[in-house]
Each structure stands twice: as C-alpha cells, then as structure tokens.
C-alpha cells in the first residue's frame, strides 16, 4: 500500500475510538481525503431505536459534504473491529454507503477510490464507487 492510503488507514482506526456502538459491539472508522489534503474522519453512531444508527462511513462523507461542499473526495478508508485496533476484521461498505457515496462521486465527477479490509486481513483497493455498484439508478455517474 502507498504511504498516503497506510496514513488514511491509520486515521481510519484511530477513528474507530469514537464509534458509539453499545448494540452491535462493532466499531467502524472511516477516514477521507479531501483534493486540498484535508482530512474527514467518521465512526458509526447507534441508536436504542437501531434503524437510525448510522454507518462509519456516512459520517465521514456527509460531515464532509457539509463543511467543505466544493471541494472534492479523493479517497476513502474503512477498518473495524469488535475488540480492539489491533485486532481488525473484514468490514466491505454496506450497500447504503455505496448508494450515498456514488451521489458524491456523481456529482464530483471524479473517481473516488476505496480501501477496505476483505476476507484474511487481506486490504481491497476500489478504483471507483461505481466500480462497486454498477447500473445504479442516476445515469448521471457515467462519467
Ligand atoms: N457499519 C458501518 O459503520 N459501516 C458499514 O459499512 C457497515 C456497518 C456499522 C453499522 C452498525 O453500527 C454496525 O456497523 C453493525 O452493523
């Protein structure tokens, strides 16, 4: 893995220190880069009523969205555990972060690549969103 996606996955971990999951005991950290370099990090939130939880990677990606709307994602890192950092599991984006994400990637007009962990702590790397999520309901994305 190149130095700047090992560093987005570092920030990833570090942000699964503050996932509020008391239900599913899963801690999910999401962390993004911004073309300027900034970074945007996000953890999943539950709720008692479990449909409103919200996934790691939403988070990150709306928090983004809402502060710095104009500049775009370059790419995105997910890792989880049920324990401790050290001791990750495979966790893919769930088809809901894919539907959200691909709006972004949409409307940004850029690929947003992806980097996650798979089956034997072996990491994925994405290129597109789309990529994971073909013939999908805007047509606008084929860009
Ligand atoms: N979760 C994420 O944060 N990201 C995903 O891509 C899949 C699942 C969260 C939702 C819930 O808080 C917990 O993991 C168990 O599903």
């Given at each position: 893995?190149?130095?700047?996606?090992?560093?987005?996955?570092h920030k990833?971990?570090e942000?699964?220190?503050?996932?509020?999951?008391?239900y599913s005991?899963f801690?999910?950290g999401?962390?993004?880069?911004?073309?300027d370099?900034?970074?945007?990090?996000g953890?999943?939130?539950?709720n008692?009523s479990?449909?409103?939880?919200?996934?790691?990677?939403?988070?990150a990606?709306y928090?983004?969205?809402?502060q710095?709307p104009?500049?775009?994602?370059?790419?995105i890192?997910?890792v989880a555990h049920k324990?401790t950092?050290k001791?990750?599991?495979?966790?893919t984006?769930?088809?809901?972060?894919r539907?959200?994400?691909l709006?972004?990637?949409?409307?940004?007009?850029?690929?947003?690549?992806l980097?996650?962990?798979g089956a034997?702590?072996?990491?994925?790397?994405?290129p597109s969103v789309?990529?994971l999520?073909?013939f999908?309901f805007?047509?606008s994305?084929?860009?």
């Open positions: 893995m190149d130095s700047e996606s090992r560093y987005l996955v990833a971990k942000a699964t220190d503050y996932a509020y999951a008391p005991k801690h999910v999401a962390a993004l880069l911004l073309e370099g900034t970074l945007i990090i953890s999943n939130q539950e008692a479990y449909p409103l939880s919200m996934c790691a990677e939403r988070v990606v928090s983004a969205s809402s710095y104009a500049k775009k994602i370059q790419k890192a997910v324990k950092k001791d990750l599991v495979p966790a984006l769930c088809g809901g972060c539907q959200v994400l709006e972004y990637e949409s409307k940004q007009k850029q690929a947003i690549e980097i996650m962990m034997k702590g072996k990491w994925i790397k994405c789309v990529s999520l073909p999908d805007d047509k994305n084929l860009f």
